[in-house]
């Protein structure tokens, strides 16, 4: 099932995995203590750059945090916020230059 939500995609499979691309929004889960499943990465645009795709497990709470950081209601550590992303940044590039990395489930 896909759902477009403020022209960012986010995708619900069998496995009851929620994923985004929006790499603000990952970041923001994890800081909130979100679990990351998994990254996967699609190269996309003219540049041949890497697009994470970042997975978490799906539940209520996770959607709450979603439509919280949507408004703008939502308040995190700003510095544990900057770490996370950073993180990802690297896994994505992790998981693009070796794609059997432990982070690419």
């Avoid at 995708?11 to 979100?34: Q, S």
Wanted: net charge neutral; proline share 3%; hydrophobic share 40%.
């Amino acid at each position: 099932m896909l759902e477009l939500l403020n022209n960012i995609i986010f995708m619900k499979n069998e496995d009851d995995l929620y994923t985004t691309r929006d790499l603000y929004l990952a970041a923001t889960l994890m800081t909130l203590g979100f679990k990351l499943s998994g990254v996967d990465f699609q190269v996309e645009g003219a540049r041949s750059n890497p697009v994470g795709y970042f997975n978490f497990e799906n539940s209520e709470d996770l959607r709450d945090a979603e439509q919280k950081f949507w408004r703008g209601t939502i308040a995190i550590d700003p510095r544990i916020f900057i770490t996370n992303m950073k993180g990802l940044k690297s896994q994505v590039n992790s998981v693009y230059k070796a794609p059997t990395s432990k982070y690419n489930k």
